[in-house]
């Protein structure tokens, strides 16, 4: 149990910022959750050559762009993205007030200077090493170089409250559109569970609820035909510019085959 004051505190920290850890974040923060991603800098989608299975983009798309977009909407929506890897997560100490933290977590900066980050609920959506998570006591299963969060009630759930896994780590198929769309039911799982009223997150036509006597839902927004022209138009110039260039960032390929920790491929390949 952590008894220090931490530097800084959230409704939800998620630990990682991959596929599944973007695509949560984005989910509870528009549930106006206050949330955090915690992120080491290299998820594993990066490796990908090229990314051709992933719905809406006809002929794929580069993954590391792709990461790029998630991020933009992740912090578009408000959320708080931070470089730094999570060595630990602990429970926090006893406290009755209303808004104690559940849990701090200790995490590394790339400066090498160590802060503790405190959350009401944890989604660990990280690479399938959950050694953080020790001191809390999530149940895990080994499988030799990997080790993977057990779910107790489906959803994202584990057998401790306040804790949740999405996307690889919960042992879903290793699929950038199986993580994202796990990474959002687990999102939503953990809103429902935080007695935050939600009905869905859809944005429709005015009148879609209104004009037919009702009101309009929780996490649900009506919106007229000028703002839906202002959103559209928006979009289009966001997804304009992100494809008018290739992405500069190099190709990554497995760490064994490089001499580079990060898996660059060299610049003339």
């Known amino acids: 149990m952590s008894q220090t004051t931490p530097d800084e505190q959230y409704e939800v920290l998620i630990v990682g910022g991959g596929v599944a850890g973007?695509?949560?974040a984005t989910y509870t923060a528009r549930a106006s959750l206050d949330t955090v991603v915690v992120d080491a800098g290299e998820p594993i989608i990066k490796r990908n050559?090229?990314?051709?299975?992933m719905p809406g983009f006809p002929a794929g798309v580069n993954p590391?762009?792709?990461?790029?977009?998630l991020r933009s909407q992740a912090t578009r929506n408000g959320v708080d993205m931070q470089r730094g890897t999570?060595?630990?997560?602990?429970f926090a100490e006893d406290d009755d007030s209303e808004d104690a933290p559940s849990f701090v977590a200790t995490v590394e900066r790339d400066s090498g200077e160590t802060q503790r980050v405190a959350a009401?609920?944890?989604?660990?959506?990280?690479?399938?090493?959950p050694e953080y998570l020790e001191p809390l006591g999530?149940?895990?299963r080994d499988a030799g170089s990997k080790a993977f969060v057990q779910e107790t009630e489906g959803r994202g759930r584990t057998n401790v409250e306040g804790v949740y896994a999405a996307g690889r780590l919960a042992e879903r198929?290793?699929?950038?559109?199986?993580?994202?769309?796990h990474g959002a039911e687990t999102a939503i799982t953990l809103i429902h569970d935080s007695n935050i009223p939600f009905y869905h997150d859809w944005v429709v036509p005015e009148g879609y609820f209104s004009?037919?006597?009702r009101e309009v839902p929780p996490g649900c927004e009506e919106i007229s035909e000028t703002e839906r022209r202002a959103r559209e138009q928006e979009s289009m110039a966001a997804m304009q510019e992100y494809f008018d260039e290739p992405h500069e960032e190099r190709q990554r390929t497995h760490t064994s085959l490089v001499d580079d920790e990060y898996g660059r491929v060299p610049e003339d390949e």
Do not use: C, T
């Open 173 to 181: 198929y290793h699929q950038a559109v199986v993580a994202a769309g």
């Open 120 to 129: 009401e609920k944890v989604i660990a959506a990280s690479w399938p090493d």
């Open 86 to 90: 999570v060595d630990r997560v602990e």
């Open 64 to 69: 590391r762009l792709f990461l790029d977009m």
């Open 49 to 53: 050559a090229h990314l051709e299975n």
């Open 22 to 24: 973007l695509s949560a």
């Open 211 to 213: 004009d037919r006597g």
């Open 138 to 140: 999530v149940e895990v």
